[in-house]
């Protein structure tokens, strides 16, 4: 059965970098079918998508986060990774990963969420 | 960039039917899928490709998607539909877009 598990710290200080690590089981990344994406949502509001990779590298970003974003995949660990920089307190949310179908990105597994608080 | 929009919350009596519509422009020529969400866990798929539903989801939530709107409907609602729900589509420009949700309440 496939599963999915956010890992990483969770607190992080203004203005340094936010990592996470998504470890996929039960398949394999290296799908053709599917992309593999994080989405957050911060306290008490709705979801909102930060970018998908490929496992051939192919990456998707929201345009609002573009500039701090960085997702990449490692096939033989069968993970993927988030960074996003210079974090605010704005970026306090619980993160999700989950698989996307390829060409409608209907999202159908996801993981149980990570929470992560941006405090000095 | 493009917007989905969902009305904030929606009521319905239990046994009766809830419709919860999501709109943006065009949305009719894009694909919109429907997640469930419960406090404390993670979003689930209960509708995709508009009126899709994945194995293990009851035949009482149906999705239909025309001209500006989709809309998720839940025939005989119960007490334990009461949950968040996300429209989701995907815009070429803008990537993966999420309605702000529609809190479900069955009283």
């Known amino acids: 059965q496939l599963q999915l598990q956010e890992s990483g710290p969770g607190l992080v200080k203004p203005s340094e970098t936010l990592s996470l690590t998504c470890t996929v089981s039960?398949?394999?990344?290296?799908?053709?079918?599917?992309?593999w994406g994080w989405i957050r949502q911060p306290p008490g509001k709705g979801l909102e998508w930060i970018g998908s990779?490929?496992?051939?590298?192919?990456?998707y970003y929201n345009p609002s986060l573009k500039s701090r974003v960085t997702i990449s995949v490692d096939t033989s660990k069968n993970q993927f990774s988030l960074n996003l920089n210079s974090v605010t307190a704005a970026d306090t949310a619980v993160y999700y990963c989950?698989?996307?179908?390829?060409?409608?990105?209907?999202?159908?597994?996801w993981g149980q969420g990570t929470t992560v608080t941006v405090s000095s | 960039s493009y917007e989905v929009t969902q009305p904030p919350s929606v009521s319905v009596s239990p046994g009766q039917t809830a419709s919860i519509p999501c709109s943006g422009d065009?949305?009719?020529?894009?694909?919109v899928c429907w997640y469930r969400q419960k406090p404390g866990q993670s979003p689930m798929l209960v509708v995709y490709?508009?009126?899709k539903r994945p194995s293990g989801i009851p035949e009482r939530f149906s999705g239909s998607s025309s001209g500006n709107t989709a809309t998720l409907t839940i025939s005989g609602a119960q007490a334990l539909d009461e949950a968040d729900y996300y429209c989701?589509?995907?815009?070429?420009?803008?990537?993966?877009?999420f309605g702000g949700g529609t809190k479900l309440t069955v009283l």
């Open positions: 989701q589509a995907w815009d070429i420009n803008t990537g993966v877009v």
């Open positions: 989950a698989r996307a179908g390829y060409y409608y990105y209907d999202m159908d597994v």
């Open positions: 065009r949305l009719g020529d894009k694909y």
């Open positions: 490709q508009d009126k």
């Open positions: 039960g398949a394999s990344i290296s799908s053709r079918s599917y992309y």
């Open positions: 990779i490929h496992y051939d590298g192919t990456t």
